[in-house]
């Protein structure tokens, strides 16, 4: 395999593969990214690994471990700007589900910092947000973009500490996932995929109850790579016969 790497919205890389499979293919990707920061180390950057909460794609993002992520956005938001993100980011920590409504958002822009901001231009300033890839729209609600959870994850943890979910599995920051309805315990959808695969009876890691959600289907390279060779196929017949 050759690996293909974009930086996009200042750290967020994502990894697309050509040609190849296989493990070894991923241990090789691991080892060369963890050689790269036995480089960054001194320089207080890491390349960090992830996934996104729901479907369990990699993402890759490099991290400035000087600054806090928010200290970092300074650059590019005004202190409105950035105000509105973190009463956005509150919503979401404190929320159930892990989004917030844009209703609740622009409801809170009266109590922003700095200069006065109307919602008209709070809507312009939640997609600069979407486009920059720290929130993510889904049908009027956000929640916060895989790159900004590998970044942010310090951040949240100390400036939201009894409103922090963390996953049983992984036991990374969780914003949206699955809970048993008995004991209350979290587990992120690609975990949950993971745990349970290939069970047709699943029940609670924690508390044995019988686990009462549908098992999400995520992300799978092997699956994605066949499709791929599939449509592949298709292309270069249809072409041959044209």
Known sequence: MQARY?????????IARKRGTG???????????????SVLESLYIEIKKGVTEDDGRPIYALVNLATTSISKMASDFAENELDLFRKALELIIDSDTGFASSTNILNLVDQLKGKK?????AEHVLQKF???????????????????????????????????????????LLIQGQSCDTCGIRMHLPCVAKYFQSNSDPHCPHCNDYWPHEIPEVFDPEKEREAGISKSSKKSSRSRQH
């Open 23 to 37: 493990n070894a293919t991923v241990e090789k990707l691991e080892d060369f990214i963890n050689n790269i920061n």
């Open 130 to 172: 979407v486009q920059n890839k720290w929130l993510i729209e889904k049908e009027g609600e956000f929640t916060l973009h895989g790159r900004a959870i590998l970044e942010m994850e310090q951040y949240i943890r100390e400036t939201y500490p009894d409103a922090v979910k963390v996953c049983n599995i992984c036991h990374s």
């Open 6 to 14: 974009s930086q996009s919205n200042k750290g967020n890389f994502t």
């Open 117 to 121: 901001m109307r919602k008209k231009e």
